[in-house]
DNA sequence: CGTCAGATTGATATTCATCAAGATCGGTGG
DNA sequence: CCACCGATCTTGATGAATATCAATCTGACG
C-alpha cells in the first residue's frame, strides 16, 4: 500500500475528500524510514519540525511512571498520524515507540501548514483527527479506570479490530495483532502474567481465538462487545457532512 | 470574572492574541446558563449545536462503565472549552455533568465557524485547545494506568493547581476543590473509602491539607511532585510563536 | 543441539473494593 | 433553641482481583 493510501482511507472514512484535497495530500513531499521493534521513532521531551504518518505497523505513544515501568497511554495503527499535536504545541509530552517494526512517512510541518493555508477544508479535517485521537484516548482512560482485567482486553480487541478494519487490515472478524502479552500489559495497565491469564479466558469462553503468532478471531462479536460494555460512537464513524 | 475572562487567560498563557483577536472572541454571542451540582451539562449521544465555555464551577467527562459505575475521564475548570469536539465531530460520545455548580456560556457551532474562517490564527488556537485536552486526557491515562492510589491523587492535585493558576484560582499553593470524596474516587479509578485513606497520607505526610470544604493547601510542592512523578509538560506552558 | 524470547503455570503477597457501622456537620422545621 | 435529617466523612473488618516471584514449557532460529 503507497504512503497516502492508508491515510486517505481513515480521512475518507470520516468525511469525503475531493480529487484536489487527494492530490494535495499525496504531493506532499514524504521522507520514509524504517523502524525496528523497541526503537524510539519520536523522543519525549523532542521539538520535532515534521509529523509521521504510520504506513505499516503498530506503534505506542510511552510514557514512563517512576520506578521504571511504562505505560502505553495507545496503540497506533497504520493510517494513524503519530504526532499531529507537535504541529501545534512545540514539545512533546510523550514518546512514540515501535511495537512492532513499522514503516514511517515524514512530513515537514512547514509543508504541511503551507497546504492547510491552501485548503481551509483539509485543516479541518487534520483537526478531526485531533478529536478523534482524544476520544480514542478516553476510551482507553476508561479502560484502565475501573474495569477488571477481562474488560480491558475485549475493549481493546474491539477498538482495534474497528481501526485496523477502516485501513482494510482487519476482516471478517480476523486480524493480526503481533504485540507480545508484555506489549499489551503496558497497555492496559495490568501484569503479562495476567494478560495471559486473561487471554486464556477469552478463549476458553470461545469468544476470540489469539494464538502465539498474533492471529487474533473474533468468534463471537456480540459477546465480545458485551463483555467490553463496547459502544463504538467514539470512532466517528459516521461521516460529517462539508 | 466575564464570560471571556477565563478563556482569554487560559489562551494567552499558550499564544499571544493580538486585540482584533480578543475583541473578535468577546463579540462572539453568548448565552449563559446555570446548572446546579449533578445536572448534565451536555448529553451523551447527542448532537449539539453549540459549544460550552466554563465560567464558573468544576465539570466533568462523563463516561457510565458496564455496571452502573461512572468513570470521570477528565475535570474541567473555568476557562475550558467544554465539548469543542462537537464542533468537528458530530455525535458526542461523552456526556459532560457540573461536578459542582456551574456558570456556563453556550457559543453556537454556526459562529465560532465563522469568526475561524475570518481569522485562521484564532482557528489554529482552537486547534491546539483541543490538542493541549488530548495531552491533559493522556496525562489522565497514565495516571489512572498502573499507577497506585497515592500517586493518582498527587497527580490530580498538581494538574488542578497549574490549571486553576492559569486562570487566576489558585496562588500560592492554596486553591479551593470542592469535590466529594466520592466524585474525586469516580476521577481516579478508586473507591471513595480509599479517596478517605489517602487523602489521610497525604495529610499525615504534611504533604497536603485539604479540609472537608475543600480549601487545599500544597504544604510542601517538591515532595508533592515527587510522590506525583509530575512533569508539567503537557500543559504546554510554553507560549508558542507565531 | 543450544539458546533465547516469550508463553504458561503455580504459589504467595499486596492493594484495593466492599460492606457495615459510627461520627460530623450544615440545614431545617417545630 | 433544639431535635432531627441527610449527606459526607471516617473507621474497621473481610474478601476479591491482581501483582510478583519463580519455575517450566514452547517454538524459532542459528
Known sequence: MSDIEVLLRMLSRRDELTAEEMRL?????????????????????AEPTECG?????????????????????AVKVPGDLLDLCTLLMRVT???VVALTSCVVSFISHRELLLVIEGCPHLGRLL????????????????????????TRMANLICDLYH???????????????????????????????HVNRTLQTLRRR????????????IRDYN?????????PVYL??????R
Open 25 to 45: 495530500l499525496a504531493a506532499l513531499p514524504k521522507r520514509r524510514r524504517l523502524f525496528a521493534r523497541g526503537e524510539t521513532i519520536i523522543p519525549s521531551h
Open 53 to 73: 504518518l504510520l504506513v505499516e505497523g503498530f506503534a505506542g505513544r510511552e510514557i514512563m511512571v517512576g520506578d521504571g515501568g511504562r505505560q502505553l497511554t
Open 93 to 95: 509530552d510523550h514518546a
Open 127 to 150: 483537526w478531526l483527527t485531533t478529536t478523534l485521537d482524544g476520544a480514542i484516548q478516553r476510551n482507553m482512560s476508561v479502560n484502565v479506570g475501573r474495569r477488571d482485567a477481562l
Open 163 to 193: 481501526r485496523l478494519e477502516i485501513v482494510g487490515l482487519a476482516e471478517r472478524h480476523a486480524m493480526r495483532i503481533p504485540l507480545s502479552q508484555a506489549t499489551l500489559g503496558d497497555l492496559l495497565g495490568i501484569s503479562a502474567v
Open 206 to 217: 470461545k469468544v476470540v481465538s489469539w494464538n502465539t503468532s498474533g492471529d487474533v478471531v
Open 223 to 231: 459477546r465480545l462487545a458485551a463483555i467490553a460494555g463496547f459502544d
Open 236 to 241: 466517528n464513524l459516521v461521516k460529517l457532512s
